[in-house]
Every structure is written in C-alpha cells, then in structure tokens.
C-alpha cells in the first residue's frame, strides 16, 4: 500500500518526564488508521509531534512525497482535541480564512464550503455568526474546516469527543468515504466501539509505548479470543479444572473464563463437566474495549499474549 | 511571511467588521473633542452671563482733567467692563452710594493724589479682583502731568516714562543670537517646534492602545482554542508575526482615521501652517522611535496574552507589565524642567521608556544629541529583536497551554527553554 507517513522511534520528554518513546507506524492512503489509548498515554503529544507543533527529542517523522524534514502543511487536515472558533466572525468567513491559510482556491473553498454545510444539515447558517451556533453545529464546522482543502492527510485527534450519537454517526460516515475516496486518515481515540467498526489498523499506546499495533483482523485474531461467561454458583476450584481455560474472573454469581486461542469452541462445551451450575451460557470474542480497558488498568491480558507486530 | 500576512489581513478583516472597533475608531475622536471643547465652552459661557451686567460702576471724581486724556483710549480697547459715571461728590458723600451698590468703585483723582502718588479708591463688595490691576491704567497719565509740572519738556518726559527692559540673549555654540529671535516670534515657533513631536506623541499613543489590542486578541486565540488549527496551517512564528503585522495597520489606520477627522478642524481654528509645520524631515525620526516603540510593546503583549487566557485574572506580575507604556508619563515633569538632565538621559537609554522620552526630549531640545539618539536607537533596536525572541518563545508554549494562566515560573522556564 502507498505509504503516507511514517513515524519512527518518535520520543519526547516533558521535563524529566518520558511522555512518549519508540513510537513507530505509518499511515497509508485511502485506509483508516487509530491511535487509541488511555487519557495521558501520548496520542495528542505524538499527534502534535507529527504535527510540527510539538518538536519531539528523537525519532522522525516522514511525509512521503515530500521533502525529509518538511511539514506540508497544505496537505494535511488537523482537527486537534482542543479547538475551537472565533467567536465574532461569520462561519463561511472563518472556512475561507482557513483555506486561505492552506493556500486553496478560494472560489473552490466556498463551493465545498456550501456543498458541506448542507451534508451537516446547516445550510443557511454561511452568513451566521459563529456564537450563535449550537456547541455540535461548531464542531461540525470545525471538521469542515480541516477538510476544506481536501487533504491527502487527515489528522484527527478525538474527533468524536463531545458528539452526541447522531453527529458521531455523520462524522463516522464522512471519515468513511473520505478514507474511500483515498484520504490517508490517521485519528485518535479512546471510544473503542466507534472505532472498532471503522478503523483498518489500530495502534494501541499506553504509557507513551506502543502495546498492539497492527490491522484489526490480525488484533481481533491474536487478542479477541473466546470468553464464556457463566451465570450459576460455581466453585472457582471446579471451574479451574476445566481445559484450555486461561483465566477466570468471579463475581457473584457470574465466572468469565477467558479461553485460550487454540480452543474449538464446539469441543469445549461439549467437555464441559456437568456438575457446573448453567442459569445462562454465553460464548462471545472478547471486544477491543476489553482490552483497552485490561491494558489501561494494567491487567496481565495483553502482557501475557505477547506484543503483536503486523507491519 | 506571506503566512503572516495572511494572518495579519485575517486580524485587519476581523476588526473591520466588528462593531465595536468601528465604534471606538469613530467615536474617540469625538470623546475628545467633547473633553477638549466643553469645559473651555461651558467657561466661555459662564463669562458671557457674568460679563454682560457685570460692568463695574467707576465713579470718577476727576479734579485734574485724567479722564479727557483716557476716555478715547478706553473705547477703543474694550477689554475694560467699565461703566463710568463722572461726580464732584467726595469720599463721604459716595460712602452710602457704596454701601448700596454692588460693583462700584469710587475714585478721587485731586492734588494731593498727583503729589503723594497715592490714590485711594473706594469700592463696594463684589469688585472684582482684577480691578486692582485695571486701575492701574491712571498711571502712565497721571505721572505723564507729575513730570510735566516739573518742568521737563515732552522727550525728557518720553524717556523717563520709557520702561527699562531687559533682553535675554542666549548664547549657544551655533545658535547664537537666534534664541532671541526665536522667542520673539513666539506662538508661531513653539508651533514650529512641537507640531512634529505631537504628532509622533499621538502615534505611538495610538499604537500604543493597539498594541493592547494585540494582547487581546493573542489571550482570545488561547482562550477560543483556535491557535491549535491555526498552527497547522502557520506556524507559531508566522501567527505572532502576523497578529503584530495586522494591528500595525490598524493602529496606522486609526491615527489616519483620527487625523482625518481632526485636521480640518485644525486648519480651519488655526492660523499657522500646520501642515508646513509637520511635513519636515525630523518627523521622519519621529516616526521611527514611535515604530520601534509600537514593535516593542506589541512583542512584549503578545507574549504576555499567550499567558492570560482570562484577562481580569492576570496576577499582579501581567498587571505590571501592562503598565510599562504609560510609565515615561510618570517622568514627563523632570524631563520638561530639564530635557539635558542626568534623569532624562538615563531615561533615554532604557528601552521602556526611550521611545517616549526621546519624543520629548527632540521636541524641547533646541539641539539635537545625535550621539544620544543613536545609543538609544541601537538600545532599543536590540532590545525588540530580544523581545521578539522571548515573546516567541513564550508564544510558542503559551498558546497551546489550555484552562489556566501561566504563573511566573512557568514563564521564566519556557524561557530558558
């Protein structure tokens, strides 16, 4: 696949602090790329450091189809995790002022402009001040401005932050077609169940290092095994003598054993012993948020199954 | 840099639009004409009622034939609110007139007067002040007849009633005599001679007020989160550079906007040549120190509204620096008493209050220290080029950090950063 961007053994400190190290990915045209981590665990800083607003200590950052070392700015749309708007300017204004700044065709800016407004469900609002509008109308309008110029790089940090479920959904579909008309899109998360259905490739980061990176199959294949949950008393002792059982979590009256990968799942019900204690059985893959979540909160999940390395 | 112009035309476009920019450029103007002209009105008119029936009645018991000699002259002037009334009534005679009478005077001009040099008058209450002055007028007439009875003919009088004067003649390496003659011409020199520095004063006041603007706008991107976009598109350097670039215009328009409404007032209440006045090659200097005034205090607000995003919440340090504009202010009395002083030259070198004070100084200073204005000049010179420096540092860090103002620590460490 064409390559967009490359980042290589990124690092960079604040104070004495390591905020992110060894940090490798690239992006490549027309796919879905998520950095999905933890809150503190270095996507904004790594985003930024593409950016060229942060500068980072070590590692690089390489644009292909430009120069080593340049950041083109023209071709890359940002919508960082903090924005906003002026407040006392018209909102066709502020587009064009961001076109302009990306040196695009102005003509073309307000055509794409209108074109956008209208597939937000804002037309008519070009001409309104940006204080009148709703708090998910200015972020609809900021996403319009990081796309005015049709980039060839969109960089999204928490895009979806703040959005109620319908705005996620229009900005879900956007990335989509963008990323299927050939935008390289690279964007940051910690809503794993957004991302999980739109993202190609995923980067999980945590504590400023990378802990899975690869295309969501080969995640979902290497990481999302099986897990059956059982709702009925049973003794942990009984339950550990089950086979090919990696892990088991009680509470109450519900036990989760987490299988190992190689399991049959038809097999292994079929073995199970019949002293069990059955209210309910259920057998399902353990999802992307499952592991987030054990990897945020330091559980041995992802520790134990190894670092998976999908370039 | 054709990034910070892109910025600097978004800052122009932006105030243009907004209402209360516009109002401010149109209305200040007028602000001050009202401040300038009402009290003068208000006191012009308060005279008007006054003077009208506030003649002063002069009851002149006149036994040597004074009043013949004065009357026409008194005509002629006007300046006098006298109202007199010839009487042959004596002082004891006038005494209950007086005492009924508000504003009169009785005067007794006889024999004796002319020979002690002293003449009583008599006044009722309510006379004003002045009168005491405006009596004096009998002088010249009544020792005119003094001289005469003694017997001097008319050129001795003349030089004996001829005031001895005494010209003040400077004497300075060139100048020469020309303080001399420079005083006499009065107004019209003094007009000469400030107009340019007024001018210059007025500009670096107004740029002075637009780089507050400066820091407004710099604390708004921190505090509406804009920068972050921006600064993918720009960077940091160029956003600085452009906000400083915009309200240069600005501030240039304004003074232009402010001349303009002024200038045809000016020229139609003022007699003298303004414009000849203005239009000299000083003012091109003057200019210069206003610019580089102007480029010192936007580099330090700028940099100072990356640390704010709450303007009211500044700590007393920003409260500081926000003073440092108006601080030659606080000098403006030792340095008019003495422009060549210790104080005004130390003043000179310092480059917060230089470029003020420099204005003042060339406008009084019959000679100007060339040395001194260059030192000065590459003083302030270098300390914008650090200030730039600084400001972007700060900049740089400052806008991106969200939710809080950055403390003075903060702030040193981003500078040594």
Known sequence: MNEILSVKGLGKSFKNTRVVKNIDFDVHKGEIMAVLGPNGAGKSTTIRSIMGILLPDEGTVTFHNHAQGEVPRHKIGYLPEERGLYKKVKVMDILLYFAELKDYPLDKAKERALAYLKKFDLEGKENVSVDELSKGMGQKVQFIGSIIHEPELLILDEPFSGLDPVSQEVFKQEIKDLAKKGTAILLSSHQMNLVEEMCDRLFLIHRGQKVIYGSMDEVKAQYANFKCTIHGNNDRSLLEKINQVERIEQQDDISILYLSSDVQVNDWIKQLPSTLDIQELSVDRISLHEIFVDIATDSSLAQEAGVVDAK | MRNSWKVAKWEIRRNLKSKSFLISLFLTPIIFAIFATVPTLLSDSGEDQDSEPAQTTVYLNDEIGVWDQLEPMLSEGGDLHWDVELTDESSDEMATTLEDETRSVYIHLDESALQSGTVDYYTSEEVPESFQY??????????????????????????????????????????????????????????????????????????????????????????????????????????????????????????????????????????????????????????????????????????????????????????????????????????????????????????????????????????????QIFISLAILIVSIWLLMKLAGKIFRIGILIYGKNATLPEIWKWLRS
């Open chain 2, 134 to 371: 405006e009596v004096q007028l009998f002088e010249q007439p009544l020792r005119y007849i003094q001289l005469e009875r003694t017997g001097l003919d008319e050129s001795e009088i003349q030089t004996a009633m001829n005031p001895i004067t005494f010209n003040q003649n400077e004497v300075t390496m060139e100048a020469g005599t020309d303080a001399g003659e420079a005083q006499s011409q009065g107004i019209e020199y003094f007009l000469q001679k400030f107009v340019p520095g007024v001018f210059a004063g007025l500009v670096l006041f107004s740029i002075a007020i637009t780089g507050m603007m400066v820091f407004q706008s710099a604390s708004e991107e921190k505090k509406e989160k804009v920068a972050e976009i921006i600064l993918s598109s720009v960077t940091a350097g160029e956003l600085m550079q452009g906000k400083i670039i915009g309200y240069f215009v600005l501030g240039i328009l304004q003074v232009t906007v402010w001349i303009g409404m002024a200038a045809p007032v000016a020229l139609a209440l003022v007699d003298y040549p303004i414009i000849e006045y203005l239009l000299v090659p000083e003012l091109l200097l003057f200019l210069l120190i206003a610019i580089l005034g102007y480029l010192m205090f936007a580099s330090i607000f700028v940099g100072l509204g990356a640390t704010l995003e709450d303007s009211s919440s500044g700590s007393n340090f920003q409260g500081f620096v926000f003073m440092i504009p108006w601080l030659p202010f606080i000098f403006i009395g030792p340095v008019l008493t003495n422009p060549e002083g210790m104080l005004s030259q130390v003043l000179s070198y310092i480059p917060f209050t230089s470029p003020g004070i420099m204005i003042l100084r060339l406008s009084i200073l019959d000679e100007w220290p060339w040395v």
